[in-house]
């Protein structure tokens, strides 16, 4: 299906044109966007007038969410990072007040910068290993080419440590592919069939909004929304119910729900005879008295009867409505001590029914792996032997940056790390365990370049700053994992002043540290082209040219006799060892540590969620003041149960302190219905725009999942005193 306006439009008589982008921040939703450019004149440059979801894209359907709808304000901000910076002499690192970062920085060209940093890494290699360089990065572009390509191989080459990039999703993910053994589930046009729509730990109109409409539709064919989730986000106050569960006790929900399913018959055995792998030692696990909805309900705060109810209602879904039950999951499940194994048990629920066989049943956590993009092309992990190291370089959790800036050996053997680079991230304000990581950002002896759009809480720690490019501004291929639409973004505009995207970058700088690979001099279109290099047949068809035309192509996935795709219905989807959806090992409930039901509950009674705010995309966005007005209901407070204000003296207004034994922030109190009892929240937000210059994660720990490696950011016990 091709887009039409969109790409490399002629210009037309009154000197606009439109151009075919994607957005590519953090979402399940990568959005095919036009973009409306005032054709310059007179040597001015092109300007963006207008973005708009692309009518033509099956999944964005015409509109954008709240925060991509006002993106040019973003995009031509006064404060934009516009020119390479370096750090003025004599001036200390540490946060920098709102709108006098400039102060504390003079502007330098791109080849003084270049220079300066390639001789400081060649020096910091040379003392200390090159291991002791650091990069640090995440999904502030999930672009194939702006998350990890030429900035990987540049890194590979030098020998720098490898970063786990673990913050988001490798618990989730690990637990999705160990049952199913890839990325991918049920699309979002499908949950449109379904009976009923169960979003586990996911708001989806908050921040997966192109898959509410078909819920909607969904709805208004008769089917349920139940939302499970310790908090009243905007999707739960839409639901039919909302299931107020414990935080880090999904797995024993989940443990009830196959109770009832297996105690009353209602799983589909003829399915997972033909589909599945140890349903004998499941079934056995899950039917143990401590599984029963009566013992369920007092870990998990949700009454014995309303586990029952809806343990039927999922398993009896079609055979009632003719229409399977379908799960959307999201990755707030998998960030506590024990949530791998949640999400592992909660993946595990469409296997004992068989919803998979129906259209609109199943579930959804990504669909990220599906798309066979070419990874080794891109990044050249090859390339470490070519390195001064010639083996395989270190690996760092980026969940414990913390611990590799303060630690001699970076908490994982060899040099202390003496340089940090960071791209795509904003670390002095997302990363877990805060206090330790700006106590490391604050080392004289490290040396910090940050590539960035604005003047983050991060780039107030950096030696060099160097401007990125949004995406109107720079070209490169997407996924999604939400949906199964690969596309191209064009290039709308050319970049605002001097920023330069991820490939330019590296590519440019490894030339300034001498490195001689062919690969170094690689653009974008060659990049995308290596990306698309692959025989899967899912990418048939599947190339840059093809893409440039039409705008989304949609992945070749099997159909069955009646043209639809069907995941996870035969065995030949599952990609397992087994080639089985794999159901042992049995997933066992272990209260995390700092949970009420942990072993350090005593000082610290109260479960603590920070929570990401709707209108931001985790920091992003949150330095413009058209968002900050979005967000305004929840900025700088700590929401709390009534009964747990009361105790505590505290009234609706009152200025708080949130402390334990990591750290303390200062919010004021708002006493409302959204948390339950023993549970408070706060939003993340940048620490330069917070009371007393801290964040949420002043509060939270480095402590790991026990799958995966990931951030632990939902279990955080915290006891709150008025100021």
Known sequence: ??????????????????????????????????????????????????????????????????????????????????????????????????????????????????????????????????????????????????????????FYRLGASQLDRTICSTAGGTALTSVYGVKLGTTPQDFAHAGLVVAWGANIHGNNVHLWPFVEEARRAG?????????????????????????????????????????????????????????????????????????????????????????????????????PAAIRLNYGIQRSENGGTAARAVCMLPLLTGAWQHRGGG????????????????????????????????????????QALTREDAGVGGPPVKALFVYNSNPAAVAPNQNDVLRGMLREDLYTVVHEQFFTDTADYADVLLPAPTFLETKDVQGAYGHLFAQVSERAIEPLGEARNN???????????????????????????????TEHPWFA??????????????????VNEDGVSLPFSTSEWFKTPSGRGELVPVPVFVAPVESRGGVDAGTYPLEFLPRKADNYM????????????MESRTAGVLEMHTKDAAARGITAGDEVE??????????????????????????????????????????TSERLTDIGGGATFYSTLVEVRKA
Not at 89 to 99: D, I, N, S
Not at 372 to 396: K, W
Not at 667 to 693: I, P
């Open 363 to 402: 579930l959804q956590l990504s669909t990220s792996g599906s798309f066979p993009f070419n990874g080794n092309s891109l990044q050249m992990p090859e390339l470490m032997m070519a390195s001064p190291l010639g083996r395989t370089a270190r690996v760092v959790n980026m969940s414990q940056l913390g």
């Open 503 to 533: 490939v330019t970058l590296f590519g440019e700088l490894g030339r300034r540290m001498g490195f001689e690979e062919a690969c170094f001099d690689d653009r974008e279109d060659e990049l995308i082209d290596q990306a698309l290099k």
């Open 1 to 154: 299906m091709a887009t039409n306006l969109a790409l490399n439009a002629a210009l037309g008589p009154s000197g606009f044109k439109t151009v075919h982008a994607v957005c590519s921040h953090d979402c399940p939703d990568s959005c095919g966007v036009l973009v409306t450019v005032q054709v310059g004149s007179g040597g001015a440059p092109d300007r963006a007038v207008k973005v708009q979801g692309d009518p033509a894209h099956p999944v964005t359907r015409g509109f954008l969410c709240g925060k991509v709808a006002k993106y040019l304000d973003r995009v031509y901000s006064p404060d934009r990072l516009l020119y390479p910076m370096r750090r003025k002499a004599g001036v200390a690192k540490g946060p920098l007040a709102q709108g006098r970062e400039a102060e504390a920085f003079e502007r330098i060209g791109w080849d003084e910068a270049l220079d300066q940093i390639a001789a400081r890494l060649k020096g910091i290699a040379a003392e200390f290993g090159p291991e002791s360089v650091l990069p640090y990065s995440y999904a502030g572009t999930i672009g194939q080419l702006g998350y990890g390509s030429m900035d990987r191989r540049f």
């Open 223 to 323: 089917a349920r929304l139940v939302v499970i989730d310790p908090y009243k986000t905007r999707t739960a106050a839409l639901a039919d119910e909302h299931l107020a569960i414990q935080p880090g006790t999904d797995t024993a929900l989940a443990l009830g729900l196959m109770h009832v399913i297996l105690r009353e018959g209602l799983e589909d055995r003829e399915y997972i005879a033909r589909c599945t792998t140890g349903f004998e030692e499941l079934r056995a696990h899950a039917l143990k008295p401590e599984h029963t909805p009566e013992n369920v309900a007092q870990v998990t705060s949700i009454a014995a009867e309303r586990i029952v109810r809806l343990a039927r209602e999922y398993a009896g879904s079609f055979k009632v409505t003719g229409r």
């Open 658 to 699: 949130v402390f334990n034994g990591r750290g303390k922030i200062a919010l004021r109190a708002l006493v409302n219905g959204h948390v339950g009892e023993g549970v408070v929240a706060a939003r993340l937000d940048w620490n330069k725009l917070s009371a007393g210059g801290g964040n949420v994660n002043a509060l």
């Open 618 to 629: 985790n920091t992003t966005f949150g330095n413009l003041a058209v968002h900050q007005r």
């Open 541 to 558: 068809g599947m190339t840059r040219e093809r893409l440039e035309r039409e705008g989304h192509v949609p992945l070749q996935l099997p």
